[in-house]
C-alpha cells in the first residue's frame, strides 16, 4: 500500500541517524558517507535493519549527498549509488520480517547540495534543480516509495529540491527544515515561511529535522500547525549538538528524547523519527511510548479573521517573515512599474538593476509590506527583464514580491526562480486567462489576484463583479487551488466617469469580506481624472478599509495615503490602544526641517563630505540658473579633484573620500533630474567605461567605489556587476564602444579569469583596460597584458582622465 | 554553536574603516552600519580535532606537509613551520551567515561610504566572534596544552585552492552553512575557515618564538589581501605587534 494510505491516519516512523553511526563504524571526516553503500553495503543495511527492528517504518536511503557535485570524483555514478543504497534498504526489510510489507517504505533522502545558491553563492537555481533531478531519476529506478527532501536551511535550495522530485516522479514529496531555535533557516526564512512555501508548492507532509531536539521541535511545531493542514513530521537531534574538544556531541538520552517526542506528538506531529545523534535506542522508545495513539487533527489558523473556516490562511512570502491577508491591511508598492516613468524605463532599458533595488528599498522604508513588479515594456524581453528584476530584489530584500505580467512566458520564469510563495498579478475571468494562469499558480504554489472582469468586459454591476469573482474562484478550484489563495481586485474604475463606480467597489469589497474572500485594490485609479487626486485617493482608501479591503496596490511614497493607512488602522482596533499611530506621529515634525544650505557652498559640501547638504546646494545652484555643465566643472570637479590629492598625500583617508564620493553623487543626481528631466542622451552624457568584476570574483566594494567616482567625473559607467564572464565584458564594450574597461579582482584563484578576460577583450576590440582589485600589483597588472592599474579609485579617476584627456 | 551575541569592537572596525583618531563622521557611519548590521548577524562556528604531523615531500629538503590523523594532507610549508612539533590541531570555521551579505549589498545601493563602513563592521564581528571561539577553545583545552592563532588558507605560501581539501572535511556547509565557491571563495562572504595547532608552549613562550623565528609570513604581502585576514596574532590587546609588515595601513599603532 501507498505511504499516503497512512500518512495522517496513523503515527508512521522514520528510523534515526545514518552519518553519526556510519562514523562510528569507521567512516573518516571528508569520506563519503554514500560511497558506503557499495563499498561497506553490509554496515549500512545493518544500521537500516536496526531501526526496523526498532519500529520504524520508513527507512531514509543513505543517499543524503549522493548528488553529482559530490559524487565527481568518488568513482562512482548517482546511479550507482542511489540503487546500491536501495538495495541495502531491501536486504534490512527482507531481514525483519514480523514487520508487515505494507508497512516498509524507503524514502529516498535528498540533502543539501553543500554549495549555496544565487546570489549569495554560486550555484544557479537551475542547475540545483538538475542536479536533485538525476537523483530523483535514479530514485525512481530504485523504486522508491517516497521523496524526503531533508536538513534544508534555505528555502531557495528547498524550492529546487521539491520542484525537481515533483518535476520527475509521481512520488509523495515530503520536506523537512533545520530551523534554529529562534526557528529561522540559515537564509532567514521563518517557520511559517518555509512551511507556507513547501505547502504552496504541493507537498504531502512537512517537518523539522537535525539542529534542535525535540523539546525545542515541540516548541516551533505550533507555528508550523498555524499556517498548515499538512501532516507533520519531526526527525530532531538527540538534543542540541554542543562541542566539547572539536568533538559534536548530543546530550539527549533516549528516555528524554522520547518523553519530548510524546511533546511532539501532542503539538500535531504525525510522523515521528530521529536525526544525528540518535540511535535504534531512541526510536524504540519513542515507538513504544506512543504506541496506540491517533494523530492530533490538524487545522491551520494563524493570523485569520475567520477561525472557523479551515485553512484559511492567506499569505505570502520572500524568504524572511510571512505576510498575512486578513489583519493590517496588506501594503502593496506600485512604483516598480514603467507605466508613465521615464526614468524607470531607461533603467529597464540599460538593465540597471540598481535602479530598480533602490525603488524597491525606498518604498519598503516609507511601509510597504509587498513589492509589486512589472518590467513589460515594449521592445524589452520581459522575461529576461523581469527575472533579472525579481532575482536582483530578492538579493536584496526577503520580503514578498507580485509578480506582475500578462506575458505568461515571463510569467512562469519568473515565478519559477522566485524564492518563497509569490503573489501573482494577475488572473481574470477570461476562459483563456485561467487556463494559462491557474496550472502555473498551482505549480508554483502562488497567491493570485483575480480581476473582476472577463471577455464581456468589465461588469458595472456589483452583482456582475461578483459573478466574476465566484467564477474565477470556482475554476481555481478545479485546478487544485484554494480559496484562500485567491485575492480578488473589483477593479477600481475612476470616479469623474461614473459617480457610481466607488459604490460599486465597496459593495464587492464587502460581500466577499463577509464570505472570508481577501481583496485587494488599486486605489488610485478611482481619481483619474481629478484635480488633487491624493486627497480623493486617501479618502477612497479608508473607505475600502472600513468596508473590508484587505490589502492596496499604491504609493507608499504618498504620506496622504500612508497616514489615511495608519488612521484607519488606529480607528478600526488594528493598531492596538493606537500605539503604532503615537509612536509614528507623536514627535514627527510638522513639517520636513529644511537642511540649512547657505552655510555650504557645493564645493564645501563635498569636500566635507556632507550628502544631504550638497543635494541641497546643487539644486539652489540649478534654481539660479546655473548650468548643470557649470557646476560639475566649477564645484563637483574642483571639490573631488581636493580629495583625491588629499588621499593621494595621506591628509585625507578612506572615510573621506567615500563620504565626498556620496556628497558628490547627491549634488550629481539633482544636475540629472534637470538634465531632460532624469533622461540622458547620448550628447550630454559622458564618455562610457565598461567596469566588471571578473568571473569567479564575488567582492564588489571596490569596483562600486570606482563606479561612484567615475560617475561622479560625469564618466558613462556601465557597470556589468561582479562574477562576469569574459564574453560579457567583450560584447558589452563592443556594443557600448567603449574606449576604456575596467576590470577587478580580489583574490588569486580570480586572476587567472582576469587574464583570460583581457585576452578575450585584445582578440576583438582595442580598448584599453585598467585592472585593480586587492591581488594585483603593477608589475602583475603587466605581465596579464593590461594597459594600466590602478591600486586604488583616484588613481582610476586619474588614468581615466588621462584616457579621455580631461 | 549558533545564535551567539557578539561584542562589537568599535575600535577595531574604524581600524579597518582606515578612518584616523577623532573622525566623528567616520564614527557616526560605523554606529549607523552596525545597527543596520546587528540584526542580520547569524553567527556560528563548526569545529574538528585531529592528531597531526609535519611532512617532508619527496625530493623536498624542509617540512613543506601537514598530515592529519584521518588522511588528510595540507601543502604549504609555512603552514608546517606553524604546526611544528603540535601534535594536535583543530580545523575551525565560523560565518556571520548570509543575511549580512544581503544587509551589505542594500548598504552598497544607497552610499559607497555607508557601505565600507558596513565592510568593516562586518570584518570586525568576525573576527571578534572567532576570538571568542578561540577563547572557548582554550578554556575546554587540559591545562598544559594552548591554541595557537588561527591560519587560513591564502596565507603565506597555503594556496587558497586547499580550501577544497578542508571544506568537506570540517563539513561546513552541512553544519553551519558555510560554502566555497568554484573559484575558492567562501560563501557567506563574511567567513573564516583556519587551522589552529594546539601546542604544549605558553601563549608567552609561543609569541617569544615568533619573534625570533623567522617570519613565516614574510613573502605575504599583508596590505593586499581582504582586511580579515590581517589580525594573525590573537593576543587581544594589540594583534599587529609581532606581524613583520610594519607598513600595514591596517597596523595598530
Not at chain 2, 578612518?19 to 569545529?47: C, F, N, S
Request: include cysteine; charged fraction near 25%.
Amino acid at each position: 500500500m501507498p505511504v499516503l494510505d497512512y500518512l495522517g491516519k496513523e503515527l508512521l516512523y522514520f528510523d534515526g541517524a545514518m552519518g553519526t553511526r556510519l562514523q562510528a563504524a569507521g567512516l573518516k571526516p571528508g569520506e563519503l558517507p554514500e560511497v558506503w553503500n557499495i563499498t561497506h553495503g553490509d554496515v549500512v543495511a545493518d544500521i537500516h535493519a536496526s531501526y526496523v527492528r526498532a519500529g520504524a517504518n520508513i527507512l531514509k536511503s543513505n543517499t543524503f549527498g549522493a548528488n553529482a557535485l559530490k559524487m565527481q570524483d568518488s568513482g562512482y555514478s548517482v546511479e550507482d549509488v542511489v540503487l546500491a543504497a536501495f538495495e541495502n534498504a531491501r536486504r534490512a526489510f527482507a531481514s525483519v520480517p514480523e514487520v508487515p510489507e505494507e508497512k516498509k517504505f524507503t524514502a529516498l533522502d535528498l540533502g543539501p547540495t553543500g554549495k549555496l545558491l544565487a546570489p549569495y553563492g554560486d550555484l544557479q537555481f537551475e542547475e540545483a534543480v538538475s542536479l536533485y533531478a538525476e537523483i530523483v531519476r535514479a530514485g525512481m529506478k530504485a523504486g522508491a516509495d517516497l521523496i524526503l527532501v531533508e536538513t534544508m536551511s534555505d528555502t531557495y535550495e528547498a524550492r529546487a529540491a521539491i520542484l525537481a522530485a515533483k518535476e520527475n516522479s509521481d512520488l509523495p514529496v515530503f520536506v523537512t527544515f533545520t530551523f534554529d531555535k529562534d526557528g529561522k533557516l540559515l537564509n532567514g526564512a521563518d517557520v511559517e515561511t518555509a512551511v507556507l512555501m513547501a505547502d504552496g508548492l504541493g507537498v504531502d507532509a512537512v517537518g523539522f529535522n537535525c539542529g534542535l531536539g525535540p523539546d525545542l521541535v515541540a516548541k516551533l511545531l505550533p507555528r508550523a500547525r498555524s499556517v498548515t493542514d499538512l501532516p507533520i513530521i519531526a526527525n530532531p537531534n538527540a538534543g542540541l549538538p554542543t562541542e566539547q574538544n572539536g568533538k559534536t556531541v548530543f546530550t539527549t538520552g533516549p528516555e528524554e528524547f522520547a518523553e519530548y517526542m510524546l511533546d511532539v506528538y501532542r503539538e500535531g506531529c504525525t510522523v515521528l523519527g530521529g536525526c544525528c545523534g540518535t540511535d535504534p535506542g531512541y526510536i524504540r522508545l519513542v515507538a513504544e511510548r506512543t504506541k496506540g495513539l491517533k494523530p492530533v487533527a490538524l487545522n491551520a489558523t494563524a493570523a485569520t479573521n475567520n477561525a472557523e473556516k479551515k485553512n484559511t490562511v492567506t499569505a505570502v512570502t520572500g524568504y524572511g517573515a510571512p505576510v498575512f491577508f486578513g489583519k493590517e491591511p496588506v501594503l502593496i508598492g506600485e512604483r516598480i512599474n514603467p507605466t508613465g516613468k521615464p526614468v524607470l524605463k531607461e533603467a529597464l532599458r540599460n538593465g540597471d538593476m540598481d535602479y530598480i533595488c533602490r525603488l524597491g528599498l525606498e518604498q519598503l522604508e516609507n511601509g510597504a509590506h509587498v513589492l509589486d513588479v512589472n518590467t513589460g515594456l515594449p521592445g524589452l524581453n520581459e522575461t529576461e527583464t523581469l527575472c533579472k528584476a525579481v532575482t536582483s530584489l530578492q538579493a536584496v530584500t526577503p520580503v514578498p514580491l507580485e509578480i506582475d505580467t500578462s506575458n505568461y512566458e515571463a510569467m512562469e520564469k519568473a515565478l519559477r526562480l522566485y524564492n518563497g510563495k509569490p503573489l501573482l498579478n494577475s488572473v481574470n475571468g477570461k476562459p483563456e486567462s485561467m487556463a494559462k494562469v491557474f496550472p502555473l499558480a498551482k505549480k508554483y504554489g502562488a497567491a493570485v489576484v483575480g480581476l473582476c472582469l472577463d471577455e464581456t468586459g468589465i461588469p458595472d454591476t456589483a452583482e456582475g463583479r461578483l459573478a466574476i469573482a465566484d467564477k474565477i474562484i470556482q475554476t481555481a478550484a478545479e485546478y487544485g487551488i484554494k480559496e484562500k489563495d485567491i485575492i480578488i481586485d473589483p477593479l477600481a474604475l475612476a470616479v469623474s466617469t461614473d459617480n457610481r463606480n466607488p459604490a460599486i467597489d465597496l459593495a464587492v469589497i464587502r460581500t466577499l469580506k463577509s464570505k472570508g474572500i481577501h481583496t485587494v485594490m488599486g486605489v488610485s485609479n478611482i481619481s483619474f481624472g481629478l484635480p488633487n487626486r491624493d486627497a480623493v485617493n486617501s479618502a477612497f482608501f479608508a473607505m475600502s478599509l472600513a468596508a473590508g479591503l484587505s490589502s492596496a496596490i499604491m504609493n507608499p511614497q504618498s504620506e496622504r495615503m500612508m497616514e489615511a493607512c495608519h488612521a484607519y488602522c488606529a480607528l478600526s482596533g488594528v493598531d492596538e490602544g493606537c500605539k503604532e499611530f503615537v509612536t509614528r506621529y507623536a514627535n514627527a515634525p510638522k513639517t520636513k526641517t529644511m537642511v540649512a544650505v547657505s552655510e555650504y557652498t557645493l564645493y564645501d559640501a563635498i569636500v566635507k563630505g556632507l550628502t544631504e547638504q550638497s543635494g541641497g546646494v546643487a539644486k539652489k545652484l540649478l534654481e539660479e540658473n546655473k548650468t548643470p555643465l557649470e557646476i560639475i566643472n566649477g564645484f563637483i570637479i574642483p571639490a573631488l579633484n581636493t580629495v583625491g590629492e588629499g588621499f593621494g598625500k595621506k591628509t585625507l583617508f578612506l572615510p573621506q573620500l567615500l563620504m565626498a564620493a556620496d556628497a558628490a553623487k547627491a549634488a550629481f543626481d539633482e544636475l540629472k533630474k534637470q538634465m531632460q528631466n532624469g533622461t540622458q542622451n547620448s550628447e550630454t552624457r559622458g564618455d562610457t567605461i565598461v567596469l566588471a568584476v571578473v568571473k569567479g570574483d564575488i567582492h564588489d566594494i571596490g569596483k562600486n567605489i570606482v563606479k561612484v567616482l567615475w560617475e561622479n567625473y560625469g564618466y558613462h559607467v556601465v557597470d556589468l556587476g561582479k562574477d562576469v564572464p569574459a564574453e560579457m565584458v567583450v560584447e558589452a564594450v563592443e556594443k557600448h564602444q567603449a574606449r576604456l574597461v575596467g576590470l577587478t579582482a580580489l583574490m588569486t584563484t580570480t586572476v587567472a579569469a582576469m587574464e583570460e578576460t583581457i585576452n578575450a577583450l585584445r582578440r576583438k576590440t582595442n580598448t584599453k583596460i585598467l585592472v585593480g582589485g586587492a591581488v594585483m600589483t603593477k608589475e602583475y597588472a603587466g605581465t596579464i597584458g593590461a594597459d594600466g592599474y590602478a591600486p586604488d579609485a583616484v588613481a582610476a579617476v586619474d588614468y581615466a582622465n588621462r584616457i579621455f584627456k580631461k | 554553536m549558533s545564535n551567539d551575541i557578539i561584542f562589537f569592537n568599535k575600535k577595531e572596525a574604524l581600524r579597518y574603516f582606515r578612518a584616523q583618531p577623532g573622525d566623528a563622521q567616520a564614527e557616526a557611519a560605523i554606529d549607523v552600519a552596525y545597527q543596520k548590521l546587528k540584526r542580520e548577524l547569524q553567527p556560528r562556528y563548526t569545529v574538528k580535532r585531529f592528531g597531526c604531523r609535519i611532512g617532508i615531500e619527496r625530493n623536498g629538503t624542509s617540512p613543506s606537509l601537514v598530515l592529519l590523523d584521518n588522511g588528510t594532507v595540507f601543502r604549504s610549508k609555512a603552514l608546517a613551520r606553524y604546526v611544528g612539533e603540535a601534535k594536535e590541531l583543530f580545523l575551525f570555521g565560523a560565518t556571520l551567515g548570509s543575511r549580512v551579505d544581503s544587509a551589505l549589498r542594500r548598504m552598497a545601493l544607497t552610499s559607497v561610504a555607508e557601505a565600507g563602513a558596513g565592510q568593516a563592521v562586518a570584518a570586525a564581528l568576525i573576527e571578534t566572534y572567532c576570538d571568542n571561539c578561540c577563547a572557548k577553545l582554550q578554556k575546554q583545552l587540559p591545562e598544559g596544552k594552548h591554541l595557537k592563532w588561527r591560519f587560513s588558507p591564502g596565507y603565506a605560501d597555503w594556496p587558497l585552492e586547499e580550501q577544497r581539501i578542508l571544506f568537506p572535511v570540517l563539513d561546513c556547509a552541512h553544519t553551519i552553512g558555510l560554502t566555497l565557491t568554484e573559484s575558492c571563495m567562501m560563501a557567506p562572504v563574511k567567513s573564516v575557515t583556519a587551522v589552529m595547532a594546539i601546542t604544549d608552549a605558553t601563549a608567552k613562550e609561543e609569541s617569544e618564538r615568533i619573534d625570533i623565528e623567522e617570519n613565516p609570513l614574510e613573502d605575504f604581502n599583508c596590505n593586499r589581501k581582504v582586511t580579515e585576514r590581517h589580525n594573525l596574532f590573537s593576543n587581544p590587546d594589540n594583534k599587529c605587534l609581532r606581524c613583520g609588515k610594519t607598513d600595514c595601513e591596517f597596523r595598530q599603532k
